[in-house]
């Protein structure tokens, strides 16, 4: 996780709709960066998906258009 998420914010990564992330309050009071990414290697569906990542650029979702401008 850590070497995916690199410098990006960690919190893009999180799945808001997780009964985790919610029953945690995550929105008003996040995780620090190595508790969340702790969290998520403990708890993949905490993982925002789908999930596409192509050389430093990462989407999220399943956005047509984006993952087509990733190049397939």
């Given at each position: 996780m850590e070497a995916l998420?690199?410098?990006r914010d960690y919190k893009d990564?999180?799945?808001t709709r997780n009964d985790l992330y919610r029953?945690?309050?995550m929105k008003e009071?996040?995780?620090a960066?190595?508790?969340a990414i702790r969290l998520m290697a403990a708890h993949p569906n905490l993982i925002?998906?789908?999930l596409f990542v192509k050389g430093s650029r990462v989407?999220?979702?399943?956005?047509?258009d984006e993952v087509?401008?990733?190049g397939g």
């Open positions: 998420i690199g410098t990564f999180l799945n029953e945690r309050g009071n996040p995780p960066r190595a508790e925002r998906r789908p989407v999220f979702g399943f956005d047509p087509i401008g990733l």
